[in-house]
């Protein structure tokens, strides 16, 4: 009886959860719809001014993705007209510490084209949404923060330096900078999406206010990676994750090595280089406990995601792979550098790299990632988002070797609103995505 009114209590909590997320979704479409036709003479855009979202980027691959997907998502939660898309960051070489990162310009900027399918994302937001988007004409490098009163440096990162999006005759009106005073590390740590709208809508009407109308406005935003990060659980984010696509090229080379691999696999986030901070004395008993709690063993191949032969450290990977077979936990090791050509390997930029890494790992059919690495947690989540992989085959934070509950307690924090119920994956089979 207690149970049975426990279980009660829970699917109650559910319900309410998933009403108050229908509704919040139902209220941020209608919202997105007036926005768009907002005009008192019915002119919508033309009468209002057309709004455009721009936004930078930080750090790695993972962190520049959740930038695109939430940025996507606040742009179709306003409803603007147009977002404006940072270009791709990519490194010389993994072998560097966070300090080095911090200090010097040492992320340049690539083309979007090389890790997103712009084309592709281009007709798929205007066909759904109404909303165009574009690769930034322009950019500076700075680490200025984006606090004008600050001294304190922030992350190098390209900022949009022209007014003047694609399209427009005219430069438009600068709305200011989508920022949260004293905000913990690098980004916007709005506490939900609802408070980021808000704020980015205060803005645009204060700068409607202030120039009357004008062609178009522009609201810049920094890197919106730890924002909303849960884009699997059927909410705003998901719909903004829906609408990202890969490059062609990174996808071909993806499909190759699960290809060779050639039956389903499980997969390792080995996020040891030098910026991560880990010791390998600490991390690889965890690596092997957590593998070992979800039964690893040597009748599966396992892929290991890792950027020590970027920059030719085999003599790490090799003592990792000897003690991953001594352990029992895989047939057989594959590496992107076991399927790819040296010359595909030369061609391709450091975040490309990750890329195929993650994609990859998106198809294992159990994933152990490393300790607070947001490319462990994107993986995670493209599982579930792709494939229907349950988190539960996954396990994130490897010192406490339990599985995820269904609260969605994530080390990046959770936003109720984000979600419209706790995960409960459809039926999928892993052979199914391990061919893809």
Same mark, same amino acid.
């Given at each position: 009886?207690?149970?049975?009114?426990?279980?009660?209590?829970?699917?109650?909590? &559910?319900?309410?959860?998933?009403?108050?997320?229908?509704?919040?979704?139902?209220?941020?479409?209608?919202?997105?719809?007036?926005?768009?036709?907002?005009?008192?003479?019915?002119?919508?855009?033309?009468?209002?001014? $057309?709004?455009?979202?721009?936004?930078?980027?930080?750090?790695?691959?993972?962190?520049?993705?959740?930038?695109? &997907?939430?940025?996507?998502?606040?742009?179709?939660?306003?409803?603007?007209? @147009? &977002?404006?898309?940072?270009?791709?960051?990519?490194?010389?070489?993994?072998?560097?510490?966070?300090?080095?990162?911090? !200090?010097?310009?040492?992320?340049?900027?690539?083309?979007?084209?090389?890790?997103?399918?712009?084309?592709?994302?281009?007709?798929?937001? $205007?066909?759904?949404?109404?909303?165009?988007?574009?690769?930034?004409?322009?950019?500076?490098?700075?680490?200025?923060?984006?606090?004008?009163?600050?001294?304190?440096?922030?992350?190098?990162?390209?900022?949009?330096?022209?007014?003047?999006?694609?399209?427009?005759?005219?430069?438009?009106?600068?709305?200011?900078?989508?920022?949260?005073?004293?905000?913990?590390?690098?980004?916007?740590?709005?506490?939900?999406?609802?408070? /980021?709208?808000?704020?980015?809508?205060?803005?645009?009407?204060?700068?409607?206010?202030?120039?009357?109308?004008?062609?178009?406005?522009?609201? $810049?935003?920094?890197?919106?990676?730890?924002?909303?990060?849960?884009?699997?659980?059927?909410?705003?984010?998901?719909? /903004?994750?829906? @609408?990202?696509?890969?490059?062609?090229? &990174?996808?071909?080379?993806?499909?190759?090595?699960?290809?060779?691999?050639?039956?389903?696999?499980?997969?390792?986030?080995?996020?040891?280089?030098?910026?991560?901070?880990?010791?390998?004395?600490?991390?690889?008993?965890?690596?092997?406990?957590?593998?070992?709690?979800?039964?690893?063993?040597?009748?599966?191949?396992?892929?290991?995601?890792?950027?020590?032969?970027?920059?030719?450290?085999?003599? !790490?990977?090799?003592?990792?792979?000897?003690?991953?077979?001594?352990?029992?936990?895989? !047939?057989?090791?594959?590496?992107?550098?076991?399927?790819?050509?040296?010359?595909?390997?030369?061609?391709?930029?450091?975040?490309?790299?990750?890329?195929?890494?993650?994609?990859?790992?998106?198809?294992?059919?159990?994933?152990?990632?490393?300790?607070? !690495?947001?490319?462990?947690?994107?993986?995670?989540?493209?599982?579930?988002?792709?494939?229907?992989?349950?988190?539960?085959?996954?396990?994130?934070?490897?010192?406490?070797?339990?599985?995820?509950?269904?609260?969605?307690?994530?080390?990046?924090?959770?936003?109720?609103?984000?979600?419209?119920?706790?995960?409960?994956?459809?039926?999928?089979?892993?052979? /199914?995505?391990?061919?893809?």
């Amino acid at each position: 009886m207690v149970a049975a009114r426990r279980h009660g209590g829970r699917l109650s909590r &559910v319900l309410r959860l998933l009403v108050l997320s229908l509704a919040a979704a139902l209220a941020w479409k209608a919202a997105s719809v007036a926005w768009q036709q907002e005009g008192a003479d019915g002119g919508g855009a033309a009468a209002r001014g $057309r709004t455009y979202l721009s936004y930078t980027t930080i750090f790695g691959l993972s962190n520049q993705l959740y930038s695109h &997907v939430n940025a996507l998502a606040l742009a179709y939660a306003m409803g603007v007209d @147009g &977002v404006i898309m940072p270009p791709a960051q990519a490194r010389e070489t993994f072998n560097h510490t966070l300090e080095e990162l911090m !200090s010097k310009p040492l992320m340049t900027p690539r083309p979007l084209g090389t890790l997103l399918d712009l084309r592709k994302m281009q007709a798929h937001w $205007r066909r759904n949404y109404g909303i165009a988007l574009q690769e930034a004409r322009s950019v500076a490098l700075t680490d200025a923060h984006p606090d004008a009163d600050s001294e304190a440096r922030f992350p190098w990162r390209p900022v949009l330096d022209s007014l003047r999006p694609v399209g427009e005759r005219a430069d438009c009106v600068d709305a200011g900078t989508l920022w949260v005073p004293k905000s913990p590390k690098f980004f916007p740590r709005f506490s939900s999406l609802l408070d /980021a709208l808000a704020a980015a809508r205060g803005m645009v009407a204060a700068a409607r206010r202030k120039h009357g109308v004008k062609p178009c406005i522009i609201l $810049r935003s920094e890197a919106l990676f730890h924002a909303w990060p849960l884009v699997s659980t059927k909410g705003i984010t998901t719909i /903004a994750a829906n @609408g990202v696509f890969f490059s062609p090229e &990174v996808e071909v080379a993806v499909g190759r090595i699960a290809g060779a691999i050639g039956q389903p696999f499980n997969g390792l986030h080995l996020r040891l280089e030098p910026d991560m901070g880990l010791k390998e004395e600490e991390m690889m008993p965890s690596f092997f406990k957590g593998m070992s709690v979800l039964r690893f063993n040597t009748s599966t191949p396992l892929y290991v995601a890792s950027g020590l032969l970027s920059y030719d450290d085999t003599d !790490s990977m090799e003592r990792y792979t000897k003690m991953l077979k001594a352990e029992g936990l895989c !047939s057989d090791l594959w590496v992107k550098e076991r399927v790819l050509e040296k010359s595909e390997l030369a061609g391709l930029h450091s975040e490309q790299l990750a890329l195929v890494d993650l994609l990859v790992l998106s198809r294992s059919a159990k994933l152990v990632g490393t300790r607070d !690495s947001s490319f462990s947690l994107l993986a995670r989540e493209l599982r579930l988002l792709q494939y229907g992989l349950g988190r539960r085959s996954v396990q994130l934070r490897l010192g406490a070797i339990k599985k995820l509950p269904a609260k969605l307690r994530d080390p990046y924090g959770f936003d109720p609103f984000m979600a419209l119920m706790p995960e409960k994956p459809p039926a999928a089979t892993a052979a /199914a995505a391990a061919a893809g």
